[in-house]
C-alpha cells in the first residue's frame, strides 16, 4: 500500500493527542505542524496485511478456521455476534517513522513531540483506509469497528498471535517485543466482524 | 561437490517454497514447521525429496526459524532440531545436491528499530551456525535488515569455513523493510567475504526485476534469484502465477545476471523443473559491474566518483565543550553535531573519540550505535588503536571508511588485516617511522608502499584513500605544493582516491577561512576526492558544491541550484532584534534564542542570565502550564527555546573555564523493556533548561545498568519511565535493586500507566504526573 488517497494527515486529531484541551495551537505551532507533516508523509512506508478466517465455533472463545488465533472475552464475542467470518488485519508505517523521530527528538525536541503525534494520527488514517481494502475485497460487505487487543476484555497477551496469524513478520515487517510492544512502533493490529 | 564446483555450472538451482508446501501436505495452520522434523521426518523428507527430483542443486534444510528466540516455549533448542533437519535433508539429498542450513531473521527487531542488540542477534545466528556440522552451505535467506545480517555473516564467518550465500526480501519501492537499498546490500557484504548476494520472497519475478537490476549494476558476485509465485489472495491465500509463468518471468533474468535461481512462497517442484526447462536453453550472463569506490550505512551508498564532504566535527581535538560532552557522556550533544553537520551538506562523518580519561573503545561503540540510528550518512572510524576500530568496525551498520593506516610497519600489519576482514575502505597517511617525508616524491612512495601491502591482503584499489598530509602554511610554506603535488601524482599514477584534512593549512594565520578555502579549491583542483573539511563553514562546502558544479560533475547544476535556491523553506524565524528573550523561549525560536543569548553574554555574566533570564520564563510557562492556561505542546516549545539559549551558555563556560551550571546531577531511563521514551526525553530536557544536569541512559535500560551508573557517579535522583503494564515489573525491579545497593537513592517515576498509589506499592519515593512536576521535584531535593 502506498499513501495513495493520503495526502495530508488529521492534525486536528494529533493536536487532541498532543494535549491541546481548550486553546488552539498558534501560527507558530501550525507552522511546526505543516513542516512535520511533510516529513512524517514522506518518511510514513504504510504496509497492511490481512486475512479472512470462518468463525468456527463461540462457545468459551472464539475459535477461528486455519489459526492458532482464538479470540476470549465478551467484548469481542458481542462484536461478532452477527458475523459467520471475521478479518483481522495489521497495518505499520514502517521503521522509517521511527527513524524520523527519533532524529527529531535530538534536533528539537518540540518537532519530535510532533512527528509523534501526527505519526499516531496517521496510522489511524491507515487502519481507515485499510478497511476500505477490505470491504472492496469482500464485495463491499458490512463490517464491524474495528477491535484490538488490549481493548476491553480481549488481552493484549493475544498480540504475538496476532502476528504470527498474519503472517505479519515476513509480510509486513511487524514484530512484537516480550514486553508485548509492537515494532515499528506505529503499528495496529486489529479484528472486524463481517456481516 | 562443493559451491565453488557447482558455480561453474551455468547456472544453479535452489528449491522452492517450503512452507507452503508443508501446508499443502497437511501441516496445521499455527504449527512450527521446524518441529516436523521430530514429530512428522517423513513429512520434511517428502518435500525435500521433491525438490531434489525436481533437479534443485542446493536444498534447505528445514531450519528456517530454528533459532532459540523462536523455540522458546516450544522445549526444543536449536541443538535439538538442526542437526537432525540437516541429516534429514542431507538423506533425501544424497549425492544429487548440495543441502543448505536455511537461516532465517530472528524474529525480533535489532537495535535501533527494536530492542534486540547486534550482540545479541551474533549470539543468536552463532548458536544455530555451531549446530550445522553437517551442511555444505549457510544460507541467510529472507533477510530484511543488514545489521541483523551482519551480524549473522560474522557469526557464520568466525565459527565455520562453509561458504555463505544471502538473500534479502525487497518491496516493490526497492528497499527492505528496514529500508536497506539493494547498492548498500552489495556494498557491505561483497566487504563481508560472502559468496553469492541476492534477493528472495516477498513478489513475483516481475515486480522483482528492477531490484535485479539495481543489484547487478554494484554486484560482481553470483546474484540469487528466489521470488515467490506472485501474491497469495488475501481470501483464498492461492498464489497468482503458474509454474509456466514463472519460468518465463524467470528468464528475463538472465541478462541481469541471475545465476542462482529458485522460488519462495507458493512455488512447488513443478516450478523448479518448468524453470530449468526454460532456463537450459539460455547462457549465465556474468554481471560486469563498474569498479566503485564507494562506502555505505545501511541505506546510503555514496560514490566516490566526485568530491565528497567528510565531516570532521566529531572530534575533540581542539575544542572544549566536545571533551566535556565526552567526559559527561553526554552523547546528545555529539549526536547534535552529527545531524548539524549532515543538513550543512557532509557526506561523509568522521567519527573520533579519544580523549584521556574516556575508555576510547566503550564510547566508539556507543558513539557509532548512536550516530546510525539518528543519521543514515556513511561514517569514517578515526582512531590510532586498532583494537578501538575492530570494535567499531564490528558493529557498524554498512561499510566505513578506516581512519587511518601509515607506511609503519607496525600500522600496516595492525590496521589492515581488520580492515579486510570486515570489508571497509580505508584512509592510508603518506608517513611512516620517520615521520612526514618533506619530498612529494617519499609521500608518494609510502602511498605506494600502503597500496602494495593492501593489495596482497585482497583489499582492492578501490578501498585505498590517500591522505597526502596538509602541513601548516606558516610554519612550511613550500611544504603546500609538495602535498598538492603528491595528492596529483597519486591520484594519476597509482589510479587511487585522495582524501585531504585542509583546516590545519591556516594554523598561525589571520583570517583562517580565506586561506583554508583557497587551499580547498587548490587541492580539489589537484584531484583531491574527500576534503575532510567543517562543512558548517559555508565557504568551505560551497566551495566544493562550487567545484562540482565548475568542473562538470554537477549534472545541470542540479545540487547546486537545489543547495541555494531555497525556495520551500517556510520563514520559521522572525527578526531577532525586536523580539525578547521571553518571546523567543516561549516559541521555540531557537536561533533567534541563541542570538538575544549571545547579545546578553556581552555584557552579563552566563549564571545571571540564566538565573535571572532563563528561569523565570521557564517559571512562568510551568505556572501557565499548572493553571491550565497553556498545555504540554506549549511547555515543550519553550522547553526546546531554553535549550537554543542553554547550549550557548555550556559553550561560553567551557571555552571560558568556569564553573559549570550544574545544579545536581540526576539520572533518568526508561525501563527495561519499554521503549518510549519521549515523555522521559521531555522531562530531560526541561530539567535541563533548570541547570540538572541528566544522565540519560535511554530507554529499555537494565536494572543493573542504573544501579551501576548511580553508584559509580554517586547519584542521588534517578527517575524512572515506564508506559506500559507489561513493564511495570521490570520498574519495580530496578527500584529494589536500587534501595539494595544505593539504599540513599531518591527514586521517581512517571509515565502513562502509572499512579502515585502504584507508585508507592512498587518502592518509589516519588510519582510525579508531567515535567513541571519533574522539575518541583528536582527543586524540592537539591534545594536550588
Not at chain 2, 151 to 175: H, Q, W, Y
Not at chain 2, 477 to 486: R, S
Not at chain 2, 587 to 614: C, F, H, Q, W, Y
Not at chain 2, 694 to 718: C, F, H, M, R
Amino acid at each position: 500500500m502506498d499513501l495513495n488517497g493520503i495526502t495530508s494527515i488529521n492534525k486536528r486529531e494529533a493536536f487532541r493527542y498532543m494535549g491541546f484541551k481548550k486553546s488552539e495551537p498558534n501560527e507558530r505551532f501550525l507552522l511546526l505542524a505543516d513542516r512535520c507533516e511533510k516529513m512524517v508523509l514522506d518518511a510514513a512506508k504504510p504496509k497492511l496485511i490481512f486475512k479472512v478466517f470462518d468463525i468456527l465455533s463461540r462457545d468459551d472463545k472464539i475459535i477461528l478456521s486455519n489459526t492458532k488465533l482464538c479470540l476470549p472475552g465478551h467484548n469481542i464475542k458481542n462484536l461478532l455476534k452477527d458475523s459467520n467470518r471475521c478479518c483481522v488485519f495489521a497495518a505499520t508505517l514502517g521503521v522509517s517513522v521511527d527513524a524520523l523521530i527519533r532524529r527529531l527528538e535530538v534536533e528539537d525536541i518540540t518537532l519530535g513531540f510532533i512527528a509523534d503525534n501526527l505519526a499516531s494520527a496517521l496510522i489511524e488514517q491507515v487502519c481507515d483506509k485499510t478497511e476500505d481494502v477490505i470491504k472492496e475485497s469482500l464485495d463491499n460487505a458490512t463490517l464491524t469497528p474495528r477491535f484490538s487487543c488490549g481493548y476491553g476484555d480481549l488481552p493484549l497477551s493475544l498480540q504475538g498471535d496476532f502476528l504470527s496469524a498474519l503472517d505479519a513478520q515476513s509480510k509486513i515487517g511487524l514484530t512484537v517485543t516480550d514486553t508485548l510492544i509492537m515494532m515499528p512502533r506505529k503499528s495496529v493490529t486489529a479484528v472486524l466482524g463481517i456481516k | 561437490m562443493t559451491l565453488t564446483e557447482l558455480l561453474k555450472k551455468d547456472f544453479v538451482y535452489l528449491d522452492g517454497g517450503f512452507g507452503t508446501m508443508l501446508q499443502s501436505l497437511g501441516m496445521k495452520p499455527g504449527e512450527n514447521p521446524v518441529l516436523l522434523n521430530i514429530t512428522d521426518p517423513d513429512m520434511v523428507k517428502k518435500v525435500i525429496s521433491l525438490y531434489v527430483d525436481a533437479g534443485s542443486d542446493i536444498v534447505c534444510a528445514n531450519t528456517f526459524g530454528c533459532n532459540s528466540y523462536k523455540l522458546s516455549g516450544t522445549g526444543y533448542t536449536p541443538e535439538d532440531i538442526i542437526p537432525l533437519a540437516l541429516s534429514h535433508a542431507k538423506e533425501c539429498a544424497g549425492s544429487k545436491a548440495l543441502v543448505a542450513l536455511d537461516v532465517s531473521p530472528i524474529g525480533k527487531l535489532c537495535e535501533p528499530n527494536g530492542t534486540m542488540t547486534f550482540e545479541e542477534a551474533y549470539e543468536y545466528y552463532r548458536e544455530q551456525i555451531l549446530c550445522a556440522d553437517e551442511s555444505d552451505i549457510i544460507y541467510f535467506a529472507t533477510q530484511t535488515d543488514l545489521y541483523e545480517l551482519k551480524a549473522g555473516v560474522l557469526a557464520a564467518r568466525e565459527n565455520c569455513d562453509k561458504p555463505i550465500i544471502c538473500s534479502m526480501t525487497f518491496e516493490k519501492n526497492g528497499r527492505t523493510f528496514t529500508g536497506c537499498d539493494p547498492a548498500s546490500m552489495v556494498t557491505t557484504l561483497e566487504g563481508l567475504g560472502v559468496s553469492a548476494i541476492g534477493l528472495n520472497c516477498s513478489l513475483g519475478p516481475k515486480d522483482l526485476k528492477e531490484v535485479v537490476r539495481e543489484i547487478s549494476r554494484y554486484c560482481s558476485l553470483p546474484i540469487i534469484v528466489k521470488p515467490n509465485a506472485g501474491l497469495p489472495d488475501p481470501v483464498t491465500n492461492s498464489y497468482s502465477i503458474s509454474a509456466a509463468d514463472f519460468a518465463e518471468e524467470m528468464a528475463e533474468m538472465i541478462p541481469l545476471g541471475a545465476k542462482i535461481v529458485g522460488g519462495c512462497c507458493g512455488t512447488t517442484p513443478e516450478y523448479i523443473k518448468e524453470l530449468k526447462k526454460r532456463f537450459e536453453r539460455e547462457r549465465y550472463c556474468k554481471n560486469s559491474p563498474q569498479k566503485n569506490s564507494a562506502v555505505c550505512s545501511y541505506s546510503k551508498t555514496v560514490f566516490i566518483s566526485s568530491p565528497k564532504i567528510i565531516g570532521e566535527r566529531i572530534n575533540p581535538t581542539g575544542k572544549k565543550r566536545f571533551k566535556e560532552a565526552l567526559l559527561q557522556g553526554d552523547i546528545d550533544y555529539i549526536l547534535s553535531q552529527a545531524i548539524e553537520q549532515a543538513s550543512a551538506g557532509a557526506d561523509i562523518l568522521d567519527v573520533n573519540v579519544g580523549l584521556p580519561g574516556v575508555d576510547e573503545k566503550a564510547m566508539m561503540v556507543k558513539v557509532i550505535k548512536a550516530i546510525q540510528s539518528i543519521t543514515e550518512l556513511p561514517l569514517q572510524i578515526d582512531s590510532t588503536n586498532p583494537e578501538v576500530l575492530e570494535a567499531a568496525l564490528r558493529v557498524y551498520n554498512g561499510k566505513p571508511i578506516v581512519n587511518s593506516v601509515n607506511g609503519e610497519e607496525k600500522s600496516l600489519a595492525s590496521v589492515l588485516p581488520i580492515v579486510k576482514k570486515y570489508g571497509a575502505a580505508v584512509v592510508g597517511l603518506t608517513l611512516d617511522e620517520n615521520g612526514i617525508p618533506k619530498k612529494s616524491h617519499d609521500r608518494f612512495n609510502i602511498a605506494k608502499k600502503i597500496l602494495n601491502r593492501a593489495n596482497t591482503l585482497g583489499i582492492p584499489k578501490e578501498d585505498i584513500y590517500i591522505d597526502c598530509l596538509t602541513l601548516t602554511a606558516s610554519a612550511e610554506q613550500d611544504g603546500v605544493m609538495e602535498t598538492l603535488n603528491a595528492l596529483k601524482r597519486v591520484k594519476d599514477e597509482l589510479g587511487l582516491k585522495t582524501v585531504l584534512g585542509v583546516s590545519n593549512i591556516s594554523f598561525g594565520l589571520p583570517n583562517r577561512p580565506l586561506v583554508n578555502q583557497n587551499f580547498l579549491t587548490m587541492a580539489l583542483t589537484h584531484g583531491l576526492d574527500l576534503p575532510i573539511i567543517n562543512p558548517n563553514i559555508e565557504g568551505m562546502s560551497g566551495a566544493v558544491r562550487a567545484f562540482n558544479l565548475l568542473r562538470g560533475y554537477d549534472k545541470n547544476s542540479k545540487e547546486f541550484i537545489a543547495a541555494y535556491s531555497n525556495t520551500d523553506t517556510p520563514a520559521l524565524s522572525s527578526n531577532s532584534n525586536d523580539i525578547s528573550l521571553s518571546y523567543a523561549v516561549l516559541n521555540g525560536l531557537k536561533s533567534e534564542a541563541k542570538d538575544i543569548t549571545k547579545n546578553m553574554l556581552l555584557s552579563r555574566e552566563p549564571l545571571d542570565i540564566v538565573n535571572e533570564e532563563l528561569i523565570p520564563v521557564l517559571d512562568k510557562a510551568g505556572e501557565e502550564f499548572e493553571k491550565g492556561k497553556i498545555f504540554l505542546p506549549q511547555l515543550i516549545l519553550a522547553a526546546s527555546g531554553a535549550q537554543a539559549c542553554f547550549e550557548v551558555i555550556k559553550n561560553t563556560l567551557s571555552r571560558s573555564d568556569q564553573t559549570s551550571v550544574s545544579k545536581g546531577r540526576i539520572i533518568l531511563a526508561t525501563v527495561k523493556g519499554d521503549i518510549h521514551d519521549i515523555g522521559k526525553n521531555i522531562v530531560k530536557v526541561i530539567l535541563q533548561n533548570y541547570g540538572y544536569d541528566v544522565i540519560d541512559l535511554g530507554k529499555d535500560v537494565a536494572p543493573e545498568l542504573i544501579v551501576q551508573t548511580a553508584v559509580d557517579e554517586n547519584i542521588k535522583l534517578v527517575g524512572l519511565s515506564a508506559l506500559m503494564t507489561t513493564t511495570l515489573n521490570a520498574m519495580e525491579e530496578t527500584i529494589k535493586q536500587l534501595k539494595a545497593k544505593k539504599p540513599d537513592t531518591i527514586v521517581w517515576v512517571g509515565g502513562a500507566v502509572l499512579t502515585p498509589e502504584y507508585a508507592k506499592m512498587i518502592g518509589a519515593d516519588y510519582y510525579t504526573k508531567d515535567a513541571k512536576e519533574s522539575v518541583d521535584l528536582a527543586k524540592k531535593i537539591f534545594g536550588c
